[in-house]
């Protein structure tokens, strides 16, 4: 699980780094403009296409919900299915990406996402794990998005693994947070 956290921060790292994401990042600060998560999915697959270390990728795979879990829906989507080369066929790290022009409320939707993933059919999924992604302004310390994240956790009553990582994209005024 380490592993595949290693490569999805690398994986973020060169998708933030590059210049035209974050002059259109601050262009979308500057203008107010939100909504732009589908914005952010269509750049993100056009980098990952292109990754030498992703072997294959798929964009909103549909899931059968475990119903003893969900009663409510039948199916549900992961964002992002990747493939790491010199891995088993078969098995994917599992993608959710989530922006918003709040911190707080990007995570408690990042939350909500795990709890989505969770309700999928375990024996049908074929991840090799999950990670959710967020984009939201770097206005608040490190420190200060962790304790967030962990009250969420504490209302939402969940557990979650100790790797989380949160990192200032360059030249903008967003952060990226993992978990």
């Given at each position: 699980m380490e592993k595949d956290f290693e490569f999805v921060l690398e994986v973020m790292d060169g998708f933030v780094k590059q210049r035209h994401i974050q002059k259109r990042l601050n262009i979308i600060k500057e203008?107010?403009?939100?909504?732009?998560?589908?914005w952010?999915?269509?750049?993100?697959?056009?980098?990952?296409?292109?990754?030498?270390e992703v072997a294959e990728w798929h964009r909103e795979k549909q899931y059968h919900m475990d119903k003893r879990k969900s009663k409510?829906?039948?199916?549900?989507a992961v964002d992002f299915l990747l493939r790491q080369k010199r891995t088993s066929k078969g098995?994917?790290?599992?993608l959710e990406l989530k922006q918003h022009f709040r911190t707080e409320t990007c995570?408690?939707?990042?939350?909500?996402?795990?709890?989505?993933?969770?309700c999928a059919r375990q024996s049908h999924t074929g991840f090799r794990s999950f990670w959710c992604i967020g984009i939201h302004p770097?206005?608040?310390?490190?420190?200060?998005?962790k304790n967030?994240?962990?009250?969420?956790?504490?209302?939402?009553?969940?557990?979650?693994?100790?790797?989380?990582?949160?990192r200032y994209i360059p030249n903008t005024n967003y952060a990226y947070t993992i978990f």
């Open positions: 203008q107010g403009i939100t909504g732009w998560e589908i952010f999915q269509i750049e993100f697959a056009s980098y990952i296409d292109t990754h030498k409510d829906k039948f199916k549900m098995l994917y790290i599992a995570i408690k939707n990042m939350l909500n996402d795990v709890l989505k993933v969770n770097r206005e608040e310390s490190k420190v200060t998005i967030k994240i962990e009250k969420k956790l504490i209302q939402k009553d969940m557990y979650m693994h100790d790797l989380v990582e949160i």
